[in-house]
Nanobody, 126 residues
Framework: VQLQASGGGSVQAGGSLRLSCAASDGTLSSYDVGWFRQAPGKMREFVAVITWSGGSTYYADSVKDRFTISRDNGKNTVYLQMNSLKPEDTAVYYC????????????????????WGKGTQVTVSS
């Protein structure tokens, strides 16, 4: 599955952005989808994940209560609504999908995800 993230941009602290992740082959509805981010000089880190049905979601503590992951399988798209953005949210954001649903204990590990899209830049200024 080929993933494409979009929707990044530059906002001031406190602002909002909505990222989208789509699959070119129309198969995204069959996959769990996660969002990761990587800031300059830092390791890639987990942000959020949603199961294929949309029935379960998990978030990194750093974004809980600010970010919301959702999906519209009819539109073959997963969204990441980001509110109350902070300068430390500045990063390239990637969407990714695993071949098999990871265990909950490793669902935040990048190595569990087999397919990665090109990232989209999010810049938050203070």
């Amino acid at each position: 599955v080929q993933l494409q993230a979009s929707g990044g941009g530059s906002v001031q602290a406190g602002g909002s952005l909505r990222l989208s992740c789509a699959a070119s082959d129309g198969t995204l509805s069959s996959y769990d989808v996660g969002w990761f981010r990587q800031a300059p000089g830092k390791m890639r880190e987990f942000v959020a994940v949603i199961t294929w049905s949309g029935g379960s979601t998990y978030y990194a503590d750093s974004v809980k209560d600010r970010f919301t992951i959702s999906r519209d399988n009819g539109k073959n798209t997963v969204y990441l609504q980001m509110n109350s953005l902070k300068p430390e949210d500045t990063a390239v954001y990637y969407c990714a999908a695993p071949d098999r649903t990871p265990l909950v204990v490793t669902i935040d590990k990048a190595y569990e995800y087999d397919y990665w899209g090109k990232g989209t830049q999010v810049t938050v200024s203070s």
